[in-house]
């Protein structure tokens, strides 16, 4: 089935260690959304790519990077992780469109120790 | 953005219908009502979307008010497989990607 694959499950880093997180899709959509989601809270937007174009959210602190080599595959970098980064990232893919749905991986939890 | 408001948390039995609420007094014409789900240790999934009238699904039904300002979702024989966070998301033209923007949701609970 087509479907949005994030990798690792669960990531555990150390305080400062950068990490990258990955998703791929086979659903070959042009939008592509990485999702930050601490404990009890709703998903909130980092960034998206439209194509190649990067879209940063206002509020995405810089210790936040994404890289989109092709159309299937999307990283989440992360420089300097601090504890209040420990969060599930989300990815998830669409096609153009406001009321086209986007369809979410399940997540990778990243702990901070 | 038009601001959506559900309650926090329902309660129902299995093979009951379940009616989920949400109000959007402030939505505009353009905007559209979409309903996503997430089940504990997975990612959002999608359920249904409506601009004026009412829509139907495999998995839900989406009963949309003649004034737009609420909607409710209708679950009609809830399993214990639709226990999830179920969010009411305004999207609004005028931007090619359509931003998600999720609200608390509302828990539902659904007992044996």
């Known amino acids: 089935d087509a479907m949005v694959i994030q990798n690792p499950r669960y990531q555990v880093t150390q305080f400062g260690k950068p990490v990258t997180l990955s998703c791929s899709q086979t659903l070959n959509h042009n939008v592509m959304y990485w999702y930050q989601q601490k404990s009890s809270q709703a998903p909130k937007l980092l960034f998206h790519y439209y194509d190649k174009d990067f879209n940063n959210e206002a509020d995405t602190p810089d210790n936040f990077q994404s890289r989109r080599p092709n159309t299937s595959f999307c990283f989440l970098d992360i420089r300097s992780p601090g504890l209040g980064d420990a969060a599930m990232y989300l990815c998830a893919t669409s096609i153009t469109g406001h009321y086209q749905p986007q369809h979410f991986g399940d997540g990778t939890r990243l702990s901070i120790l | 953005d038009a601001k959506t408001t559900q309650p926090n948390s329902m309660e129902s039995n299995e093979e009951e219908p379940v009616h989920l609420p949400c109000n959007h007094s402030?939505?505009?014409?353009?905007?559209?009502i979409h309903w996503y789900r997430q089940l504990p240790s997975q990612g959002p999934e999608y359920v249904i979307h409506g601009l004026t009238s009412n829509v139907n699904n495999r998995m839900a039904s989406l009963a949309i008010a003649e004034d737009r300002k609420s909607s409710t979702l209708i679950l009609h024989r809830a399993t214990l497989r639709d226990a999830a966070v179920y969010y009411c998301i305004l999207r609004a033209p005028g931007t090619s990607y359509g931003k998600l923007t999720f609200g608390q949701g509302t828990i539902l609970t659904v007992h044996p």
């Open positions: 402030t939505i505009s014409g353009t905007d559209y």
